[in-house]
């Protein structure tokens, strides 16, 4: 009998140890961008409104740890109102219960915070306000700032009477530098961290920082308007130039496809050129805004005198010989002397340039498709270059012309260099990956270059 009760006894006491063991549901979290919604407000009416202008921002999930989620929260929604009048913002959070899921709970202040600082208001009554006491900010910025002027008639923009016709109107640039540079960016710093991939706060004690917005003035309301910006800086090259990098622009995105990224980048020659800079480089651009830079130089280069005579033996190569029947690689490049003459002109730099010879080349060859061949032998063989480098084109073997009364185009020599005893079997298993990957390469940057002279040349008719 007392062995039946002891073991009664041990049956229920291995039930409850096993109801005891069971595991609570682990929080799986929720991602940024899936519970926060950012919309920029131009009044106060214009909060709590879902037909106001949302922003789509790069990626939120970056700001929060622990791979981008959020935990601790059930039924949560983040809803924040930036202001595109003094660029305060306000959070508005709401959640049915928090619990802790084995993963704590995210400190959504701190994490917001990562992202708009001390722009982040606390009460919502408070940043309602600003929309009043901060309503001439931009105005009471540009006051203390250097207003500029765009010229055009010295090469900085390639403007056609069409092309000022279609200018901005109402719109002027200042530049901000010294002490007001730490101040505005301030303000600014959420929208680059929001909306520029990959972006980092620039360093606002360099002195060298300069700051150029872009407003817009004449608004029904009587506020000046910031448009957009743009973050240069300046750089001394020796021994006695001075070179400008221009390392972020931003157009605020209701403004955005309307021209003022183009306005900010003309001014920016302009900037160059009244100035006698080295040259003016751009840090790693996206590529809309490649593409709107090329657009405008391409114009600039047009109305460039000499670049028509330094394109002539290009233009006669391709029209009159056969490049893909050549022993030796063709890129058909611009003289060394019109390279420099366009960056002491134009101030454009020549890695900037070369592309922009690719186009102008295929503008001159008309009609185009009959020398297509031709034009895309020639971007091949640079695109190689720029993966592969000079090496690739005499790796292994060589081909050299040789005099001969038979056909020109098809007499050559070949021979393999010696040095090179690697297996041709280890090459030719990625032989083919290579190919395929250069020819992607060549398709994207044609598909490049019929963009831009589509554009260019609807702007000169």
Partial sequence: MGTKHHASSDLVSDN??????????????????????????????????????????????????????????????????????????YADISFESTSDGGKGITDLKTSLQDIFAENLVDVKDDFLQTFSTEQHYVKSLVSNSECLQEDTNDGCSGNSDRQQEEEPAHTEVFRVTGSGVGLLYSRLVPLVLLLVDGSNPIDVIDPRWEIYILVQKGQEDGCTRLLGFAAVYRFHRYPDAMRLRLGQILIIPPYQRKGYGARLLKMLNCIALSENVYDLTIEEPVDALQHVRTCIDVQRLLAFKPIHEALDPAISQLKHENLSKKSQPHRCEPPASIVEDVRKSLKINKRQFLQCWEILIYLRLDPIDRYMDNYVTIVSNRVKVDVLGKEAEGAGKRLVDIPSEFDQDMSFAMFKSAGDESSGIEKEADQGNVEEQLRQLVDDRMEQIKSVAQKVSAHQA
């Fill in 16 to 89: 409850k140890k096993r109801r005891r063991a069971a595991f609570s549901k682990i929080d799986a979290g929720i991602e940024a961008n899936e519970c926060i919604k950012i919309y920029l407000v131009s009044s106060k009416d214009e909060v709590d409104s879902q037909n106001s202008f949302r922003v789509e921002p790069v990626d939120l999930n970056h700001f929060f740890e622990d791979e981008g989620k959020i935990y601790g929260y059930q039924g949560l929604k983040i809803t924040v109102w930036l202001s595109s009048v003094s660029f305060h913002a």
